[in-house]
Nanobody
Framework: QVQLVESGGGSVQAGGSLRLSCTGF????????MGWFRQVPGKEREGVAV????????YYGNSVKGRATISQDDAKQAVYLEMRSLKPEDSAMYFC?????????????????????WGQGTQVTVSS
């Protein structure tokens, strides 16, 4: 059974940085799309970053453009999200996801990340 596992969350001061990691993709690693999403209780899920199965094409949510980098390590079958210049509004539960079939990665990321496998999430808290 495929189970994504996120790590690297925690508490950080505004202006700081974090690197989140995600492993456990199994056969879905770099097969279609892999991405990071975040959610605050009571708010809609927000796409943070997506990386396409070519390993180089990426897309970022507007709120993190210029402050985030999504990358992958094929040897470790891991996906990373580096966040810089963190703001209190970046505080959220961050989830890793992988598409389970061919989809438009852009639409999967922007509109509806389904079908997908998900991790349990890692909490990021940014204090001012």
């Amino acid at each position: 059974q495929v189970q994504l596992v996120e790590s690297g969350g925690g508490s950080v001061q505004a202006g700081g940085s974090l690197r989140l990691s995600c492993t456990g993709f199994g056969g879905f690693y770099s097969r279609y799309c892999m991405g990071w999403f975040r959610q605050v209780p009571g708010k809609e899920r927000e796409g943070v970053a997506v990386i396409y199965n070519d390993g180089t094409s990426r897309y970022y949510g507007n709120s993190v453009k210029g402050r985030a980098t999504i990358s992958q390590d094929d040897a470790k079958q891991a996906v990373y999200l580096e966040m810089r210049s963190l703001k209190p509004e970046d505080s959220a539960m961050y989830f890793c996801a992988a598409a389970q079939r061919w989809v438009s990665c852009f639409n999967w990321f922007q509109e509806r990340p389904e079908p997908a496998i998900w991790g349990q999430g890692t909490q990021v808290t940014v204090s001012s």
